[in-house]
């Protein structure tokens, strides 16, 4: 499984940014069935959990982005997303996009955004 984030930059305070994450080498059974999720990590700092959205459709998001974030699914296409909304210099982190199957974790590559005040 590959996984290719994409969609970070830089914004001010009070913007938006939208992550996308394309999953490729994976079958789209498997892809249902995968748990997925948005990572996030400040030099220094552990990798910590933003978003998840489970197969079923429920969703886990840390407290300090619940109302601003969105996380979401496209089955058809396997892309996985994070709506950024309302950003704050706080939310500045390499964001990671993670699918966790039956079998495996996977990770990407990172995706820098930075908000500024």
């Known amino acids: 499984v590959q996984l290719q984030a994409s969609g970070g930059g830089s914004v001010q305070a009070g913007g938006s940014l939208k992550l996308s994450c394309a999953a490729s080498?994976?079958?789209?059974?498997?892809?249902?069935?995968?748990?997925m999720g948005w990572y996030r990590q400040t030099p220094g700092k552990q990798r910590e959990l933003v978003a998840q959205?489970?197969?079923?459709?429920?969703?886990n998001y840390q407290d300090s982005v619940k109302g601003r974030f969105t996380i979401s699914r496209d089955n058809a296409k396997k892309m996985v997303y994070l709506q950024m909304n309302s950003l704050e210099p706080a939310d500045t982190a390499v964001y990671y996009c993670?699918?966790?199957?039956?079998?495996?974790?996977?990770w990407g590559r990172g995706t820098q955004v930075t908000v500024s005040s």
């Open positions: 959205l489970m197969p079923g459709g429920s969703t």
């Open positions: 993670n699918v966790e199957t039956e079998s495996w974790d996977y």
């Open positions: 080498r994976i079958i789209t059974s498997v892809f249902v069935k995968s748990r």
